[in-house]
């Protein structure tokens, strides 16, 4: 059977704007958004006038700057305060066509437009094509994802089998039945069907026809992909994106990152202070999208990534998120340095005889100590290790080196002992 082409193309022409055109373009979203929720969104008119936030004085993109950041934290108190979510919905419920609720609690509507939460042109980009039969493994129930990642496979002509997360075995056998060409989950439940497939003598490139899949909602590492993508001879790409906003970012067949999506506008703001950084320099992915009905207006996501502008080879135009490194819940400031976990990783993987590593930080006294747990037998450059990690990190550890399997089977990166009374 020939495979179908899922390399080439590009969904829709604002993929493909120019710099200035993607600017005006923004700029154009971005101010009609503002001046709608200022006025249908009750919340959103209030945070305004607490800011003094104006929006005859937005001019240029820039200026998103003063407006505060709205923290997930904040969303769900917020939600608790009244109808229409807490006066951030510019309709009524009634009005909408679903209300899911994922963890949090926090409650994700979905107006009554075509393509609400954008991820059409994610499939596409990842390799969707028409006339594909495609499973999609997510929940269905009560959560966004099932429904999230139907309609983007009904724009493209697909068909749908929503599978929903049944056990291994009726996926296999469906999978098998169907010759089912797409698959839509996260990698980990794909590594478990493949893991099963094989149990049961399944020829994962023979006996099932899989040949893209797009998969979200968990890191992807690279040495995941490549061992996913020789299994099943597939397509592994992954989008990004969260249950209050939908897509923000999706790969392309170049593997260059995620290309920010037309639908909003992303900024990597320090996670402190909500000022935006530069290209290139981590923080946290602060989000809004071109979303009249629930404006979710500097949305912190709580997910560290950096932008990258080099041009990709696809063609696509739109910045790119460089992969999501981390969490900010997972990063401590410590002696004033933030400390993210993908860094100190970095370091680590310089050394293969480090097997596993810890960061504890205490504060004893008041005064901030960082101790870096290693296991390694037998480890000798411990001079080198101190000295890359004073280079990149910019802070000094103490080090413990312990046997193999001394850590706890599992830990958190950074665990923070520090005591603030
Ligand atoms: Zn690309």
Not at 139 to 159: D, I, K, Q, T, V
Not at 298 to 309: H, K
Not at 346 to 358: L, S
Request: charged fraction near 30%; include cysteine; charge should be neutral.
């Amino acid at each position: 059977m020939t495979r179908k082409d899922r390399t080439e193309g590009i969904y829709s022409r604002r993929e493909v704007l120019d710099e200035s055109e993607r600017k005006q373009y923004n700029l154009i979203q971005l101010k009609e958004l503002l001046s709608y929720a200022y006025r249908y969104s009750e919340d959103v008119k209030k945070r305004f006038d607490r800011a003094q936030f104006n929006i005859e004085k937005f001019k240029t993109l820039s200026d998103i700057k003063h407006i505060p950041i709205l923290k997930k934290k904040e969303l769900i108190f917020l939600q608790t305060m009244g109808p229409r979510l807490g006066g951030l919905l510019t309709k009524d419920i009634g009005e909408l066509r679903r209300i899911f609720l994922s963890p949090g609690p926090i409650f994700d509507p979905e107006d009554r437009h075509d393509d609400y939460w954008g991820y059409t042109e994610a499939f596409y980009s990842v390799g969707f094509r028409p006339g594909d039969p495609v499973q999609v493994t997510f929940n269905y129930h009560l959560a966004p994802a099932g429904l999230m990642f139907e309609e983007p496979l009904r724009n493209l002509s697909c068909a749908t089998i929503p599978a929903g997360p049944v056990d291994a075995a009726t996926q296999l056998d469906i999978m098998q039945k169907l010759r089912v060409s797409g698959y839509v989950g996260t990698p980990s439940f794909l590594m478990h069907l493949a893991q099963k497939a094989e149990e049961k003598g399944i020829d994962l490139r023979k006996d099932l026809f899989l040949e893209v899949a797009f998969v979200t909602s968990e890191r992807l590492t690279e040495k995941m992909r490549t061992q996913l993508e020789k299994k099943f001879d597939i397509i592994v790409r992954q989008g990004y994106g969260t249950a209050d906003v939908g897509c923000i970012g999706y790969e392309c067949y170049h593997k260059n990152g995620l290309h920010i999506s037309n639908r909003c506008y992303v900024e990597i703001c320090h996670p402190d202070t909500g000022i935006p950084l530069k290209d290139g320099e981590v923080g946290e992915v602060v989000v809004t999208s071109f979303n009249k009905t629930y404006p979710l207006i500097r949305f912190a996501t709580g997910d560290l990534s950096y932008i990258d502008r080099t041009p990709c080879a696809c063609g696509r135009t739109s910045p790119r998120l460089g992969n999501i490194v981390g969490r900010v819940d997972t990063t401590a400031r410590i002696k004033g340095i933030f400390v993210y976990p993908h860094q100190v990783e970095q370091v680590m993987a310089r050394f293969e005889e480090i097997k596993r590593w810890q960061i504890e930080v205490t504060n004893p006294g008041g005064i901030d100590e960082m101790t870096l747990y290693i296991e390694a037998s037998n480890f000798k450059r411990e001079d080198e290790l101190m000295h890359l990690f004073r280079e990149r990190i910019k802070l000094r550890p103490e080090l413990k080196i312990l046997a193999p399997a001394t850590l706890p089977a599992t830990i958190r990166p950074i665990e923070d002992k520090r005591t603030w009374d």
